[in-house]
T-cell receptor
Framework: NAGVTQTPKFRILKIGQSMTLQCTQD?????MYWYRQDPGMGLKLIYY???????DKGEVPNGYNVSRSTTEDFPLRLELAAPSQTSVYFC???????????????FGSGTQLSVL | DQQVKQNSPSLSVQEGRISILNCDYT??????FLWYKKYPAEGPTFLIS?????DKNEDGRFTVFLNKSAKHLSLHIVPSQPGDSAVYFC????????????FGTGTRLTIIP
């Protein structure tokens, strides 16, 4: 079982560059999420999606964009990278309990991003 | 404003003893709580959860206790094993089914053989 797959695992960007973090899941989960984790901090929600074609902002969406054209894929786009976006990024998914997300997230292994 | 707080950044416990990890929250709307475990270079994995209608939930060596009046929950691991060494995150949400989880900052647990 692949679960949630994120690519790349590591990336160094220069200030002002753009990139897309890829995320795909093979569990047919409706819900998908992007979190970032800064050193000594908890995970902060960037964007989430409740299904294909539907996305919404989380706690820290500025500087990011997402799209959800299929159930499987939920890429995260960074435009004009800034040093403040240096972080570890986690993609996650969860299944529908019938009344919303179960809260039991399945995470990818993360992308370590440095903006210099 | 940190709505979910894990005030102990680290904890060391002897193998075989009980590990107790604590979590406090400030938002009285939170009614569903989860614990996640994270190994280095991996994503967090779900461990155990509890609804506010309960004060205890048990799964093997792991038990979560919820004290709603104190806005406090704890994770007990008995007996502690070397494989339990990891970072543990507490998370909370308002209304089961809500997509948004609020995470604590984590506690690094080290089990000493």
């Amino acid at each position: 079982n692949a679960g949630v797959t994120q690519t790349p695992k590591f990336r160094i960007l220069k200030i002002g560059q753009s990139m897309t973090l890829q995320c795909t899941q093979d569990m047919n989960h409706n819900y998908m999420y992007w979190y970032r984790q800064d050193p000594g901090m908890g995970l902060k929600l960037i964007y989430y999606s409740v299904g294909a074609g539907i996305t919404d902002k989380g706690e820290v969406p500025n500087g990011y964009n997402v799209s959800r054209s299929t159930t499987e894929d939920f890429p995260l786009r960074l435009e004009l990278a800034a040093p403040s976006q240096t972080s570890v990024y986690f993609c996650a998914s969860s299944y529908d309990s019938g009344g919303g997300s179960t809260g039991k997230l399945f995470f990818g292994s993360g992308t370590q991003l440095s903006v210099l | 404003d940190q709505q979910v707080k894990q005030n102990s950044p680290s904890l060391s416990v002897q193998e075989g003893r009980i590990s107790i990890l604590n979590c406090d929250y400030t938002n009285s709307m939170f009614d569903y709580f989860l614990w996640y475990k994270k190994y280095p270079a991996e994503g967090p994995t779900f461990l155990i959860s509890i609804s506010s209608i309960k004060d205890k939930n048990e799964d093997g060596r792991f038990t979560v206790f919820l004290n709603k009046s104190a806005k406090h929950l704890s994770l007990h691991i008995v007996p502690s094993q070397p494989g339990d060494s990891a970072v543990y995150f507490c998370a909370a949400t308002a209304n089961f089914g809500n997509e948004k989880l609020t995470f604590g900052t984590g506690t690094r647990l080290t089990i000493i053989p």
